[in-house]
């Protein structure tokens, strides 16, 4: 009977193989998405080809970008238009793009604001602005993040003359998030048609993936070390297009999904390790294509790498010529010495996990070739690992052992400190949350000993009066800017992190994998209710239950005011989102994203938290 097809008994197999590469390989490739500009099938000219036009042409065209404008505020931006139409005149170039290529505006040094202004006090932005809805010209990202259009989605689509773009738009309005966030749907889009000149019809999966590298890169140069910087763009665009059907069925549901890789195929593992000689390539492939079937994919991971590279890359960096598997006595040594250190210089802890790897493969080797001699008996060859490697073996995995409980020895007598950190700051945050709340814009109030005012800025007055929620901000008595509800949001998930792994006893991985559905109720005879939290199967490959102290539930209580995940309000149903799995690379069934832990809050956009995010976020 198959390991897949023999009956478990209190055994969850966490992971699973089919054994067919092929197949796997083929799905795995059918779901990743290269980033990559849109191929361009037709050029949007929605005035035509206006790239060696007259200024004067294209200035009485500048209306067009903002039809809704009075005549005073039209003329003023036909003036615009053509200002900044003379001052790229001044470059050398055939056509405008040409010119613009030229300019310093164009290259991203100075931005429209820093030409001035025209006689009539009108900004070159505006002229900017138009040249761009017009499709004169076609800026990098980098421009594009430097100037802060106000309302460039809505001139942008006014003057395409799209219907499919103006769907989108209506599909932007009616899709289930907040308004800051359909404007990020709106500008991300109407952004990536103008730097990439394509059409509504031409943007793809890969342009808009490609379009949130491109936003990326150029949001770090422009704000580097910032946090905001490294944030990827169009997570709200692309879940409109895909629930509006512009993407193909097999397209991930979210970006977040389509940044992720995934589970890399044995060819593309082995590959980024350099094996020079193909044969030996083939072989590796073949055996790890063996191994797959018993072993899990993070498993897998470490053994190409211990293979591949440690072993076989490294022998033919010593030995360039080196044919097959017969390593010599002189090679071997040669090689033990160079994996005994590390680049940088300090010595490997982990060799004899790389000596017994190479080990099995050898033995391995041996052992298939009784069973298919036509496939593996050309590479037998006596194991180069001598008997002597494997004395003490035990005992150095004893050090390894006390090493490790000897460090959580060192920590454990910080653990109340630790607890009491999270706890006084989620307190002071929630308190600070309250009373900024409670206070009116401007006013001060003073909290923990400093003196706070309330901000709140144009952007949250529109937002309030389209009865829109705003953020909670203020400045303290030095002046900086603190995001109150961030910084409570934080200090609530480091307090709920730290209760949880203390109470339970879970591993990180096992936590963020926590949700009401992981709770059980088991009544004894006398009637008596126990609460049983059951850890989905992960180190061990076993699921376990935890009855759940009289300190863990209130954490995993819906109605408890201090609820880990805390309780959804509203009358809408949670949404199901995939949530993804730290080791093994893949999204696993969608769960309630208001019961999970990875589900903050009402923010549909919130990625899900990874057992390394958790790791360092209390401080």
């Not at 001598?386 to 073996?393: F, Y």
């Not at 200090?491 to 709770?519: K, N």
Request: a positive charge; glycine letters at 6%; one cysteine or more.
């Amino acid at each position: 009977m198959s390991d897949l097809a023999r009956p478990t008994t209190g055994v969850s197999r966490r992971h699973t193989h089919t054994g067919d590469e092929s197949a796997s390989a083929s799905s795995s490739a059918s779901r990743r998405i290269e980033a990559r500009p849109a191929p361009v099938t037709t050029v949007p000219r929605p005035f035509g080809d206006l790239s060696t036009a007259t200024p004067q042409l294209i200035g009485q065209l500048a209306h067009a970008a903002s039809p809704a404008a009075s005549a005073r505020t039209a003329e003023q931006h036909r003036a615009s238009t053509r200002r900044i139409l003379a001052y790229l005149g001044g470059f050398e170039g055939s056509t405008w793009q040409q010119r613009w290529e030229a300019s310093p505006l164009g290259r991203g040094e100075i931005t429209a604001g820093d030409l001035g202004t025209n006689r009539t006090g009108q900004k070159y932005g505006v002229g900017v602005r138009a040249l761009f809805c017009l499709r004169v010209v076609q800026p990098t990202p980098l421009v594009m993040k430097k100037h802060n259009f106000n309302g460039f989605p809505d001139q942008f689509i006014a003057a395409q003359n799209d219907p499919l773009l103006a769907k989108y738009a209506d599909q932007v309005a009616r899709h289930d998030f907040s308004w800051p966030h359909k404007r990020e749907a709106l500008f991300d889009v109407c952004c990536l048609l103008t730097v990439q000149g394509i059409g509504f019809a031409d943007l793809t999966p890969a342009a808009l993936l490609h379009h949130a590298h491109a936003s990326r890169t150029a949001k770090a140069a422009l704000r580097p070390g910032k946090k905001d910087a490294n944030v990827f763009a169009g997570h709200a665009a692309w879940n409109v297009l895909h629930a509006m059907g512009h993407f193909p069925p097999s397209t991930p549901a979210t970006l977040r999904q389509a940044l992720h890789r995934g589970q890399l195929t044995l060819a593309e593992l082995v590959d980024r390790h350099t094996i020079r000689n193909q044969s030996v390539r083939r072989l590796l492939l073949d055996y790890f294509h063996r191994r797959k079937s018993d072993t899990d994919y993070a498993s897998l991971v470490n053994l190409v790498r211990n293979v591949a590279h440690h072993f076989w890359a490294r022998i033919e960096e010593i030995n360039p010529g080196q044919a097959d598997l017969n390593i010599p006595a002189d090679l071997y040594s040669a090689w033990r010495r160079q994996i005994g250190v590390r680049h940088d210089g300090k010595p490997r802890i982990g060799v004899d996990t790389i000596v017994i790897a190479v080990r099995s493969f050898y033995y391995d080797l041996h052992t298939w070739a009784a069973d298919e001699p036509e496939r593996w008996a050309p590479w037998v060859a006596s194991c180069p690992v001598p008997p002597s490697e494997l004395r003490g073996l035990a005992k150095r995995r004893r050090r390894i052992n006390e090493r490790s409980a000897d460090r959580t020895r060192l920590r454990q007598p910080l653990l109340p400190l630790l607890v009491r950190h999270v706890e006084e700051r989620y307190d002071h945050t929630r308190t600070l949350l309250e009373q900024a709340s409670a206070a009116v814009a401007d006013t001060t109030f003073t909290h923990g000993g400093r003196t706070y005012r309330r901000v709140l800025t144009e952007e949250d007055r529109t937002l309030a009066r389209g009865g829109h929620r705003t953020p909670v901000r203020a400045r303290d008595d030095t002046g900086q800017l603190v995001q109150i509800e961030a910084e409570e949001e934080t200090a609530f998930w480091d307090w709920a992190a730290v209760e949880t792994l203390r109470h339970s006893g879970a591993r990180i991985e096992e936590m963020c994998e926590v949700s009401h559905l992981s709770i059980r109720h088991y009544q004894r005879n006398n009637g008596e209710m126990v609460a049983l939290l059951v850890i989905s199967p992960s180190k061990t490959d076993r699921e376990r239950v935890i009855p759940m102290s009289a300190e863990l539930v209130p954490r995993h209580r819906i109605d408890h005011p201090t609820a880990l995940p805390r309780r959804k309000t509203g009358p809408d149903p949670a949404a199901l989102r995939p949530t993804r799995q730290g080791l093994e690379p893949a999204h696993a069934v969608p769960v309630p994203a208001q019961n999970r832990l990875d589900a903050q809050r009402d923010q549909p956009l919130h990625r899900p938290a990874h057992a390394r995010t958790l790791l360092h976020r209390p401080r």
